[in-house]
């Protein structure tokens, strides 16, 4: 079986993914495309790492970089993006309206979507075309089978070093989360069941997303706390009610690392 079958079909699958939603966004913003383009970009850049190791070959890595500038930019104005709607979730939770910060936020925003739309017109698709035509190069010769058999090594090896990782996961939960991503990619493009069940990769998606939601809190958190020490006096209202907001979330933030360390801990016991 011929190696594009287990990784190049699907980097060409995300190239598309990618490209389709590039497409959107320079011809009008839409907010499903950035999230969509940025989640393409991060399996692409995933393949990449497995297939340097696959094929003992760093450079399998370049030639990403302006996508890499790209994905930034457009990561600076998704996390304001969702900074809003968490702020929306918990004004509609405590009834208050954090005005100052709102404000504060919605200006960020609309300074960051000229940004994107600079880095948009700068950015030349073909960068993944070319890099996809290298990539069919390299894997050329390659045995399928082979491929498979040293990706479960590879595997193997992450796993045992998520667990290292895992063991207190509010010590580096960044870390684990990269990890588990990586992981994630690379065994959902694996042949079914592959080293894991369904039902154990369902589990480790589950860690996953609460990381994720994690991570937008931990975002959100540190954009207020730096509002408030900056632009409010501590004698105003809004200074206060944003110190219990920045609680609130921490709370919260708590929770979900709790719940996301016991899905982990249960994909990785078994």
């Known amino acids: ?125 073909k960068e993944i075309t070319g890099l996809t035509g290298q990539l069919g190069q390299n894997l050329k010769e390659s045995n399928h089978q082979k491929l498979l058999d040293k990706t479960g090594i590879i595997l193997n090896k992450e796993l045992k070093k998520l667990k290292q990782v895992t063991k207190h996961l509010a010590r580096q939960p960044h870390e684990a989360r990269k990890m588990l991503k990586n992981i994630f990619y690379w065994i959902s ?17 589950k860690s996953l997303d609460l990381l994720g939601d994690w991570q937008d809190h931990e975002m959100l958190c540190s954009k207020i706390k730096h509002f408030r020490k900056d632009f409010i006096p501590d004698s105003r209202e809004e200074y206060l009610l944003l110190k219990e907001l920045e609680k609130n979330i921490l709370s919260k933030m708590e929770t979900k690392l709790q719940k996301a360390d016991k899905e982990i801990q249960g994909f990785i016991s078994t």
């Not at 990618?18 to 995933?46: C, I, M, P, W, Y």
């Not at 069941?193 to 369904?198: C, H, K």
Request: charged share 30%.
């Open 1 to 125: 079986m011929p190696a594009t079958f287990f990784i190049l079909l699907h980097w060409k699958r995300q190239q598309k993914v990618f490209l389709q939603n590039f497409s959107k966004l320079t011809g009008q913003k839409e907010t499903d495309a950035v999230h969509e383009l940025r989640v393409a970009v991060k399996k692409l850049r995933s393949y990449l790492k497995l297939l340097a190791i696959l094929l003992d070959n760093k450079d399998s890595e370049t030639g990403f970089e302006k996508t890499e500038q790209l994905f930034s930019v457009l990561g600076k104005y998704r996390d304001i993006e969702v900074g809003l709607l968490l702020l929306q979730s918990f004004e509609k939770e405590n009834k208050i309206t954090y005005t100052a910060f709102r404000f504060h936020l919605k200006i960020a925003l609309q300074r960051t979507e000229a940004w994107v739309q600079n880095a948009l017109s700068k950015y030349d698709e």
């Open 189 to 205: 493009i694996c042949p079914k069941d592959f080293l894991i069940s369904s039902g154990e990769l369902k589990k480790l998606k």
